[in-house]
């Protein structure tokens, strides 16, 4: 059971996310514990009393970003995950997403899409600010900071897998690994996430 005052403090929490989101959720969670899967994290959010209906969702829909964290800690809960588990299904999430693709398939080179980063991260939520700090290829080495979203720590290992995923787009050919070295969750200025590659 996620705990009263975790879940109020992340109730309070503002801001909005497309509803695609949540059906990429559905899609790792249906790929590996079938419909039910989906219909135990529902029932354990009604419990809490909030309703969520992942077939009901639309992909454009504008849907409570706490919802979604909150659905992680559920997760978490109901099958026992652990954290890494968590960032296993940040790293899937952008292979079932169609803009993800079409937004990884229309800029020709790294360097272009990693610029244009923040602009994709304002088409999926209106809060928060994406920072495409730098990108060294030579090095093999970028940062990646984001702003003014302070959600709940279940929400930087996703991120931590979904920009890992993002990373594999860019350089299908390497080895990638992603490190959350600043977070507002522990007294951070921002998110700062620091990735590197090898082939």
Same mark, same amino acid.
């Given at each position: ?20 989101? @949540?059906?990429?959720?559905? !899609? #790792?969670?249906?790929?590996? %514990?079938?419909? +039910?899967? /989906? =219909?135990? $994290? ?71 899409? @990693?610029?244009?980063?923040? !602009? #994709?991260?304002?088409?999926? %939520?209106?809060? +928060?600010? /994406? =920072?495409? $700090? ?66």
């Amino acid at each position: 059971m996620v705990p009263k005052d975790v879940l109020e403090q992340l109730m309070a929490v503002k801001g909005r996310v497309r509803g695609a989101v @949540f059906e990429t959720d559905a !899609e #790792y969670i249906r790929s590996k %514990y079938g419909s +039910g899967g /989906l =219909e135990k $994290v529902e029932a354990e959010l009604r419990t809490l009393g909030y309703e969520l209906s992942y077939d009901d969702i639309s992909a454009m829909e504008w849907m409570a970003l706490n919802l979604r964290a909150l659905s992680f800690l559920i997760m978490k809960e109901v099958f026992s995950w652990s954290d890494e588990e968590i960032v296993a299904m940040g790293d899937a999430a952008p292979k079932h997403s169609f803009i993800v693709k079409l937004f990884m398939k229309f800029f020709i080179s790294p360097q272009v899409a @990693f610029s244009h980063a923040p !602009e #994709y991260w304002v088409k999926h %939520y209106d809060i +928060g600010r /994406l =920072e495409a $700090v730098s990108l060294d290829e030579e090095k093999r080495h970028a940062v990646v900071r984001l702003f003014d979203f302070d959600l709940h720590p279940v929400y930087c290992r996703y991120l931590e897998g979904y920009f890992c995923r993002l990373f594999k787009f860019m350089f299908p050919n390497s080895q990638i690994r992603v490190k959350e070295t600043s977070c507002t969750c522990s007294d951070g200025s921002c998110h700062e996430f620091l990735v590197d590659w090898e082939d």
